[in-house]
């Protein structure tokens, strides 16, 4: 059975012998309500603000290809994959966060080599979330240093990357699950560990450094 909050709603006013929920940490709190009006037990599968580490303060990093596998597995399927990266958190001083972004550019390019300008683009899955995610960019005070482009008849995003965004973006609220990429700069290791404690538990984490290959 298919169907949005209505469904869901009047699904949950029934009584189970255990609920099974999928998807973010707001509508899990609607689930976890309705389960205790009967006392059913539940689990909660949950989305998060993945993020993902990269230690670009060490001599030996392979920044090109970690940059490059950050964005493919950030922008496979738009985004719109539960343990995709939500985020990009670079330790280290702010000329390795220039070289970095210049990397994934260079890597989002050489994904859509060959493409029409529609095919560029990455298709959110319906209208809401079009909308969701047009307001986040919109409402970001970091810099658009990649794609940007919006097809609103076609519900497409191109994929984009922020920099100089910071915990209180509107980037950060949430989870995006979609083709937009915030980059982070911290002077510290500790910094970025502090990052990832003040979100939800991410269902994934990624860390990129000198003993990755």
């Keep these: 059975m298919t169907g949005a909050i209505p469904v869901a709603s009047a699904l949950l006013n029934e009584r189970y012998d255990h609920i099974i929920y999928t998807g973010g940490s707001h509508g899990a709190k ?3 309500a309705a389960a205790a009006k009967n006392l059913t037990p539940y689990t909660l599968e949950l989305g ?3 993020p993902c580490i990269v230690d670009t303060s060490v001599s030996d990093i392979k920044l090109e290809l970690f940059a490059k596998r950050i964005m493919w597995g950030k922008f496979s399927n738009g985004g719109q994959v539960c343990i995709a990266s939500n985020h990009v958190i670079l330790v280290g001083p702010p000329e390795r966060e220039e070289k970095f972004i210049a990397y994934a550019k260079k890597a989002a390019n050489a994904f859509t ?11 959110v899955v319906n209208e809401a979330h079009f909308g969701r995610l047009e307001g986040l960019l919109k409402g970001t005070k970091g810099q658009i240093v990649h794609g940007g482009d919006l097809d609103r008849e076609g519900n497409k995003i191109g994929l984009t990357i922020v920099s100089g965004v910071t915990k209180d973006d509107a980037l950060m609220n949430d989870e995006i699950f979609g083709p937009l990429l915030p980059v982070l ?8 560990i502090e990052l990832v404690r003040q979100s939800e538990i991410p269902l994934a984490l ?3 450094g000198s003993r990755c290959c």
């Design 185 to 192: 700069r911290v002077d510290t290791m500790e910094q970025a």
């Design 48 to 50: 998060g603000k993945n």
């Design 30 to 32: 609607f689930v976890a």
């Design 206 to 208: 990624y860390i990129s």
């Design 113 to 123: 080599k060959g493409e029409t300008e529609g095919n560029r683009m990455a298709r």
